[in-house]
C-alpha cells in the first residue's frame, strides 16, 4: 500500500509566518509624547541571487519604515532592517555604510545598532505505512469506526498492523540587523518617488534591493500619510 505522508516545508511557513501585516499603513497617536508615529513594514528581494541545483536563492530585506511626526520638529524617518535567506549565516555582519537612490540620485548612509540574530521554529510530522497489513489505509472519518480496527475516535485513525513514524524537523533562520535614520528631504523625495533601491553590505557580500512598484506606491501612501484616516 502507499505510503501516507504530511509534510510541511517549514522555511516557507517560517518566513511568511510573521508578514500578514506587511504593506499596511498604521498611524498611532502617542498622547504622551504629543506625537504621531506611522509605521509600515515591507519586504523587498536582492536583485543578486546564487544559483544552486534546481532553483535560484536570493536575499530578502524585510524593513519597517517608521517616521514620527511631531509639532514644531523634524520629522524623523527611520528604518528597521532585516536581512535573512540563505547567504546569511549566524553571526553574519551587515557593514556601518549603505546606499539608498531615490529617483536615481545615490547617497550614503550611516547603519547603527548593528547585530545578528537567529529564530528556530520547530514542526512535527508523521507518516504511516500499512503495507503487509492486509487492511487499506484509507479511513472514513465521517462514520464512527468499529472495532475491527481497533477503537477510533472520530478524526483518528488506529488501524491494527500499520507502521507510524514520527518526525520533528527544525528550521533556522538567521538575521543580519541595523538601523538607518533618514532626513525629512528624503522622506519627501518618497511621496513622489519612482524608483527606489537599496544596497547594503553583509560580510562584504553586495545585496542590492530594488523596491517593486507596488511596494513603491504604499510608501508613497506612507510618505504621505500624517494621521490615521476615518471611516
Known amino acids: 500500500m ?33 506625537s504621531t508615529i506611522v509605521t509600515v513594514d515591507l519586504k ?10 534546481f532553483y535560484s536563492l536570493y536575499s530578502y530585506a524585510a524593513i519597517s519604515y517608521i517616521k514620527e511626526i511631531k509639532k514644531g520638529k523634524p520629522v524623523l524617518l527611520k528604518l528597521v532592517v532585516k536581512i535573512y535567506g540563505n547567504l546569511i549565516k549566524a553571526g553574519s555582519l551587515l557593514e556601518n555604510k549603505g546606499f539608498v537612490k531615490i529617483n536615481g540620485k545615490q547617497i550614503s548612509v550611516k547603519l547603527a545598532k548593528i547585530d545578528s540574530s537567529s529564530s528556530t521554529s520547530s514542526s512535527t510530522t508523521s507518516s504511516t505505512d500499512y503495507s ?32 507510524t513514524k514520527t518526525t520533528t524537523r527544525t528550521a533556522t533562520v538567521h538575521y543580519a540587523l ?9 522622506l519627501k523625495k518618497l511621496e513622489n518617488c519612482e524608483e527606489l533601491e537599496m544596497r547594503f553590505y553583509v560580510n ?11 511596494e513603491l506606491d504604499i510608501l508613497k501612501k506612507f510618505a504621505a500619510t500624517t494621521e490615521a484616516e476615518t471611516e
Open 2 to 34: 502507499r505510503v501516507q505522508v504530511l509534510f510541511t516545508i517549514l522555511i516557507s511557513l517560517f518566513m511568511t509566518n510573521c508578514f500578514f501585516t506587511y504593506g499596511q499603513v498604521k498611524v498611532t497617536e502617542d498622547s504622551y509624547k504629543n
Open 44 to 53: 523587498h528581494q536582492s536583485t543578486e541571487f546564487r544559483k544552486s541545483l
Open 132 to 163: 503487509g497489513s492486509g487492511k487499506s489505509a484509507y479511513t472514513d472519518y465521517t462514520k464512527p469506526q468499529g472495532n475491527d480496527f481497533g477503537t477510533n475516535n472520530y478524526g483518528r485513525s488506529n488501524h491494527g498492523g500499520g507502521s
Open 178 to 186: 541595523a538601523e538607518i535614520e533618514l532626513s525629512t528631504k528624503e
Open 204 to 214: 562584504s557580500l553586495p545585496m542590492t534591493f530594488t523596491v517593486a512598484e507596488k
